[in-house]
């Protein structure tokens, strides 16, 4: 079984193989020509160019101003406390979709619901191949529609199959031949809805609204804050189903889900057709949040 695991890493390593170095870092290093080839790849010559000469003035800025680490930039900044809040708390809420916990035990969940544990084990195959399929769909979304509505859309959608699998399991009590099925039905729509909407936007997001300075800072606090929580509701998910059952267990993730909704609309900021050196800005000085962005000039 562990055999079986190291075939996804040795695919990673293979891919990363070919993964080219960061344009920022490599106009850093005044390598420009190598800069420019990346940025052709995935723009246009003349927007390749264009986010060229932005790159080249947001280091000669920071080449005069006098470099402090991660943390005391934040520490002088409320703008960037800010940011990276809003980072951890995506992050979290990603989790507390329960997304990880039901594909860690959706079998668990299946019995739960009515199915026999033979007959679980082969239904729980229908969320792993709709994941598949949404993240196809969430690759194609990301240059299409906004990371804000990506969020919103994703966290309504979510947050509704929560309540219809909470609703449904009172429904229709156990022993219903149609239960276990619309929970099967209802589980398959969150997963895709997480996958298409959710899983994938929210590593760009993040990917996208730190500024260079602290950059890895805000990452891995909003990583480590993430993890924290799968690992919490990887523990505790068991747990939970056993004492509130079905009912409570998506009730309560439904909550959670209002409460994400309410924070994505209120604090996380937009970050499609900016540049990363206009987010860099914007985050610094707090536009980020006043000022609506422009039309996409990707």
């Not at 800072?217 to 924290?228: K, P, Q, T």
């Not at 690992?231 to 267990?249: C, E, K, N, Q």
Request: hydrophobic share 50%; glycine share 10%.
């Amino acid at each position: 079984m562990l055999a079986v695991c190291a075939l996804p890493a040795i695919a990673l390593f293979v891919g990363m193989l070919r993964v080219p170095e960061s344009p920022r870092w490599l106009a850093s290093k005044n390598r420009y020509d190598e800069a420019l080839s990346v940025l052709e790849q995935v723009r246009t010559t003349d927007r390749a160019r264009a986010e060229l000469d932005d790159i080249k003035r947001s280091n000669d800025i920071e080449a005069k101003v006098e470099r402090v680490s991660g943390w005391q930039t934040l520490r002088g900044n409320k703008w960037l406390i800010r940011i990276v809040l809003i980072g951890a708390g995506l992050g979290v809420a990603q989790q507390l979709t329960g997304i990880n916990s039901i594909m860690y035990y959706g079998q668990t969940v299946l019995i739960e619901s009515g199915f026999q544990a033979s007959a679980a084990l082969i239904a729980n195959i229908a969320p792993g191949v709709i994941a598949v399929v949404g993240g196809v769909i969430a690759l194609y979304n990301m240059e299409k529609i906004n990371r804000r509505t990506t969020l919103i859309l994703g966290f309504t959608l979510t947050t509704t199959c929560h309540f219809l699998i909470g609703i449904a399991s009172v429904a229709l009590p156990e022993g219903n031949p149609a239960r276990p099925w619309v929970i099967l039905f209802l589980v398959v729509a969150f997963v895709g809805s997480m996958q298409t909407f959710l899983n994938i936007a929210v590593w760009v997001v993040l990917s996208e609204i730190f500024p260079t300075q602290i950059r890895a800072l805000g990452m891995g606090i909003s990583v480590f804050c993430l993890w924290i929580a799968n690992a919490f509701l990887g523990l505790y998910f068991p747990t939970i189903v056993a004492a509130t059952g079905i009912t409570g267990t998506f009730f309560g993730f439904g909550i959670v889900g209002l409460l994400a909704l309410l924070f994505i609309w209120k604090f996380v900021p937009e970050s499609r057709g900016r540049t990363l050196e206009e987010v860099e800005e914007g985050v610094t000085t707090g536009n980020i949040f006043t000022v609506p962005v422009k039309a996409s000039r990707r």
